[in-house]
Each structure stands twice: as C-alpha cells, then as structure tokens.
C-alpha cells in the first residue's frame, strides 16, 4: 500500500526555517550551498537548481553508499552546506556520521519522507519451493529505499527538493519552481517511453543478484523470479545458490542481472553450467537520471529479448 508523508515531511520544513531565521536574500545574493549524497538525487537536484547553481555530489558514482569513506574535499563540500538531500540514514549510512554534526547549521531533507511518494517493502529473497516459483518471501523487510526507480517518485523528489530550497531560498521561488516543473514533465515523459519499451518483456521472468528493483518491477510490471543476494554487503549461502539455480532451470529464465560490485568469482558459481545470458543493471548509474534509467530499461530489454 502507498505511503503518505506529507504532514511530517512540510512540518520539519516549516519548523527548521523558522527557527534558523532565514532571510530572503538580496538580489544577486549566492545561492544556498547544496549537497546531494548520490548520482540520482544529485541529477534530479542539479535539474531543479539550474540556473542558481550546482549541488555537490558526496558519494561518487560506483562507491558504495554504506562502506564509503568522504575524501577531505566532500567533507569540506559538506560542511559548508546549507542544504543535503539524501534518501534515508540507512541508504546512505556512510554519512549518518559526517551529518550529526551539521545538525544546528544545515537542512537535511531525507527524500523518503517526501510528499506523494509510492512506498514499496523489499521484496526478499526467493526461494524456491518444489521446483516452482511460487517460493515464499524472507530476507529484508521494511521499507525498500530505492525510490528513484520509478520516475513518478523522482517527479515527487523534484517538488519536495524545490519545496527545501524555496525555504531556503525564498528569493529564487520562481526559479525553483519553474525548473522542478519542467523536470517532472520530462519524467512523465520519459514514464511513458520506458512504459512502452518495457512492455515488450513484461512477462518474461529474470534473475536480479540485488533486491534493488522493487520500484521499476512495480511500475512496469516486470517478472522478477529470484535474488541472488538479499542484502549487496552479504554473500548468499549454498543453499540460497542451489535454489536460484533450479529456480532457473525450471521456469525457463533467460537472463541473470548483475551488478559492477559484485565480484566475477560470485557471478561464475551461480551461472556455472547453466544456459544464462548474463548482463548489467546499475541502480546508481553514473550518467544522468535520464540516462540511467534508459540503461535500465535497455539492458533488461535487450538480454531479455536475446540481443546481447
């Protein structure tokens, strides 16, 4: 079921500014330090800002965002912020730390309590039960963080960001508003591309390596038959492997998804012997949000459909 955040998410904005006290800048005033913690909020955040200036990005494509450690530069870059966008403590854990102590001196917006988002739980692992998919659910629960997956929750990312920096930075309101309307009309737009290229391959059932999908795979209806790795920092035992394995020999799966941090050795035991077509998904991404998104959608089509 969906989650509404909305009283919480508008209460904390409200009640920071006004007892920070800030002051509508004057005209040609700097605009507010800015800091994103990963690729997707960074794109969606330097969308809504153009024009006022760019958000630092803390964690750099293809780090983790739980074992990450800040280079002095980001530290810097973060202590001087005004605001940071983040999706949540537990999806960026690497900087629960660093942010303790900008507590009294910057607004920190965890995205996941934004107005109008769908909340999905994590789907689990998958195990398999006498040779079917129907298995039964275990492994994460809770609240799935990966929330820029489905483009209808950037669209929901991108007003509550303009909603932050407009308290901000009341002196940019048109600006700001402006740039996050242009930008969920573009992801409506790109909404209904990947709607329809995806439907080609809505039925055809896959293997993921990560419980990372939950968004994408609700939105599009796609067939997600199994998860090699529940959580990306354990490695799956042999059992959960032999069961991933006779998920795919019976249920005629096509492709296995992996992704750049899992390591080749993890990759070659699961897929050993069988017929797998093996390819990438990102997540994270290390393009734009645009771009990322229709990697995704590309790499899952064309495995899915043979052409790789």
Same mark, same amino acid.
């Given at each position: 079921?969906?989650?509404?955040?909305?009283?919480?998410?508008?209460?904390?904005?409200?009640?920071?500014?006004?007892?920070?006290?800030?002051?509508?800048?004057?005209?040609?005033?700097?605009?507010?330090?800015?800091?994103?913690?990963?690729?997707?909020?960074?794109?969606?955040?330097?969308?809504?800002?153009?024009?006022?200036?760019?958000?630092?990005?803390?964690?750099?494509?293809?780090?983790?965002?739980?074992?990450?450690?800040?280079?002095?530069?980001?530290?810097?870059?973060?202590?001087?912020?005004?605001?940071?966008?983040?999706?949540?403590?537990?999806?960026?854990?690497? *900087?629960? !730390?660093? /942010? @303790? +102590?900008? &507590?009294?001196?910057?607004? %920190?917006?965890?995205?996941?309590?934004?107005?109008? $988002?769908?909340?999905?739980?994590?789907?689990?692992?998958?195990?398999?039960?006498?040779?079917?998919?129907?298995?039964?659910?275990?492994?994460?629960?809770?609240?799935?963080?990966?929330?820029?997956?489905?483009?209808?929750?950037?669209?929901?990312?991108?007003?509550?960001?303009?909603?932050?920096?407009?308290?901000?930075?009341?002196?940019?309101?048109?600006?700001?508003?402006?740039?996050?309307?242009?930008?969920?009309?573009?992801?409506?737009?790109?909404?209904?591309? *990947?709607? !329809?290229? /995806? @439907? +080609?391959? &809505?039925?055809?059932?896959? %293997?993921?390596?990560?419980?990372?999908?939950?968004? $994408?795979?609700?939105?599009?209806?796609?067939?997600?038959?199994?998860?090699?790795?529940?959580?990306?920092?354990?490695?799956?035992?042999?059992?959960?492997?032999?069961?991933?394995?006779?998920?795919?020999?019976?249920?005629?799966?096509?492709?296995?998804?992996?992704?750049?941090?899992?390591?080749?050795?993890?990759?070659?035991?699961?897929?050993?012997?069988?017929?797998?077509?093996?390819?990438?998904?990102?997540?994270?991404?290390?393009?734009?949000?645009?771009?990322?998104?229709?990697?995704?959608?590309?790499?899952?089509?064309?495995?899915?459909?043979?052409?790789?």
């Amino acid at each position: 079921m969906p989650v509404r955040m909305a009283p919480k998410w508008r209460h904390r904005l409200s009640v920071f500014v006004c007892v920070l006290g800030y002051s509508v800048p004057a005209p040609g005033a700097e605009p507010p330090v800015v800091a994103a913690s990963i690729a997707p909020v960074h794109a969606l955040a330097a969308g809504v800002m153009e024009g006022a200036g760019a958000p630092h990005l803390l964690i750099p494509a293809g780090a983790s965002p739980h074992h990450h450690t800040l280079k002095p530069s980001k530290a810097r870059q973060l202590s001087k912020a005004r605001v940071v966008f983040r999706i949540s403590p537990h999806m960026e854990s690497v *900087l629960v !730390r660093p /942010l @303790k +102590a900008l &507590a009294d001196t910057a607004l %920190i917006i965890d995205l996941i309590e934004a107005p109008d $988002l769908t909340l999905r739980p994590f789907a689990g692992a998958v195990h398999a039960e006498h040779g079917d998919l129907k298995g039964h659910l275990e492994g994460h629960r809770g609240t799935d963080p990966h929330i820029w997956l489905d483009p209808r929750n950037a669209g929901a990312m991108v007003h509550a960001m303009a909603a932050a920096l407009v308290g901000v930075d009341p002196g940019r309101t048109k600006l700001y508003r402006r740039n996050a309307k242009a930008m969920a009309a573009r992801l409506r737009d790109l909404d209904h591309m *990947l709607g !329809r290229q /995806l @439907k +080609a391959v &809505a039925k055809q059932p896959y %293997i993921t390596f990560h419980d990372a999908y939950r968004y $994408l795979e609700a939105r599009y209806s796609l067939n997600n038959a199994g998860i090699v790795a529940v959580d990306p920092d354990r490695q799956p035992g042999a059992r959960h492997i032999a069961d991933i394995r006779r998920i795919f020999k019976a249920s005629n799966i096509r492709c296995i998804f992996t992704e750049p941090q899992f390591p080749p050795r993890l990759i070659n035991t699961v897929t050993a012997g069988l017929m797998a077509r093996v390819s990438v998904l990102d997540p994270i991404g290390t393009d734009s949000y645009f771009q990322m998104m229709q990697k995704l959608a590309g790499n899952l089509t064309d495995c899915l459909r043979g052409k790789n």
